[in-house]
């Protein structure tokens, strides 16, 4: 299974001015997030203090981090990035030295 780090960020133009309004709509977001992390595709998450955007660590494959990530939009827009373990690092230089 593969690992991504997800960077997020929410689309200021698409959040609501009333502060009812808005809580409701993050709320509502923080419950979804709550539910990948439940399902074991999300396994870190967190908001950077004072921004509109964050970090999550997913595991899995493209199709399925993909169809994780299309549940937020049009409000958030993602940047995602393989990660390799140490252990994969090795292998690549070991590889490479052949």
Request: proline content about 3%.
């Amino acid at each position: 299974m593969s690992k991504y780090l997800i960077l997020w960020e929410i689309d200021p133009a698409r959040v609501p001015a009333n502060a009812k309004d808005r809580g409701t709509a993050w709320l509502a977001m923080a419950e979804m997030v709550k539910a990948d992390l439940k399902k074991g595709i999300t396994k870190d998450w967190g908001s950077f203090t004072g921004e509109l955007n964050g970090y999550s660590i997913g595991e899995g494959n493209e199709v399925s981090i993909m169809t994780q990530l299309i549940q937020y939009a049009p409000y958030v827009q993602f940047e995602v990035h393989a990660v390799a373990s140490l252990a994969q690092v090795e292998d690549a230089i070991k590889a490479s030295m052949k």
